[in-house]
Every structure is written in C-alpha cells, then in structure tokens.
C-alpha cells in the first residue's frame, strides 16, 4: 500500500515545482500489459477465492506475477526513476523467492500496522526468515489510512515512482523516446 502513497507525492511534488498533469500523456512505458497483468494476479491471488482457487501453486504464482511485473519495469529502465523500482522490485523478488514464495513480515511491525499474522495475504511470520532486512521489516501505524507492513523494496519501489511521475511532469520532452 506505500505505493499507493507514492502517486499522489509524485504528483503533488511534479505540480508544485511547475509540471503540468498533460505531459503524462507523453510517457511511453513498453510493456505495459505485462506489469499490468502481474500486478493484477496478485490483487487476485490474494483474495479469499483466488488463494483457494491457486492452492499450493499459490507462492509459484506469486514469484512468477512478481517477477512479470520486474521484467516490465525492467524493459523501461531508460524512464526516470525506474531504475530505483527495479532495485526495489529486485530486492522484494529475492526475499519472496529466498522464502519459499512468502514475503515475512515481522510480528511487530504486523502489530503496528494493526494486521495479523495469517489470511489471504502475501506476508506471513516465519520464526527466522531469510534475507530480513529485505522483509516487511516496517510499518504504517494503524491509525493511518492504508496501513501496512513494507519493506525497503517497497520503499524503493514508492520512491523511483514518485520520482518517475514528478520528473515526467516536470519534462519539456516525450519521456523514454
């Protein structure tokens, strides 16, 4: 959900150093059907029916939707800002994969957050996860809206995306030409 933080600061950054909302229209993001389609398994894959329906494929869709998503983000690296959600997107990926297809997140951060361990969720609590300090390690308290667990992948991801959107309003030319 820290991503979903990171398109109104974006936005709010690019207008209040002069953009213009119109030179969105002037970006070019190839691939975009294939980041779509990933993150869209997910929103799937981490509800009550599709965790059901996926079973025990359930973390080899997750790594393989993640993975959609990093090759996408990948293939648009020449865009600003993407490469930070690349190292950000890489960083979850290794943690995800490093953790049989789960993303451990820490009980005290789950608490924090106002969640618990366990549901249709793609963090879980695992007793000594590997690669931690690339886990949902962080918190967005409970009394904040969207309130979550993240990781520094997560942080790199909102960073690079509100980077990429504030510069691509700010830009005089068509982004990733």
Known sequence: ????????????????????LARLATLHFRWPWLALGGLLVQVALFTEPGFAASGSLAPWIYVASTAAVLVAVLRNL?????????????????????????????PGALATAGLNAGGHTNSIVVPDPALRPLTDVFAVPAWVPLANVFSIGDVLIAVGLAA??????????????
Request: some cysteine; hydrophobic content about 65%.
């Open 1 to 20: 959900m820290l991503i979903l933080w990171a398109i109104p600061a974006g936005l709010a950054i690019g207008l209040a150093l002069g953009g213009r």
């Open 78 to 106: 020449a865009l600003p800002g993407l490469a930070l959600v690349a190292l950000g997107a890489a960083c979850n990926l290794a943690a995800i994969v490093a953790n049989g297809g789960w993303m451990p997140a820490d």
């Open 164 to 177: 990429a959107i504030a510069v691509t309003l700010r830009a005089a030319r068509p982004s990733g030409a």
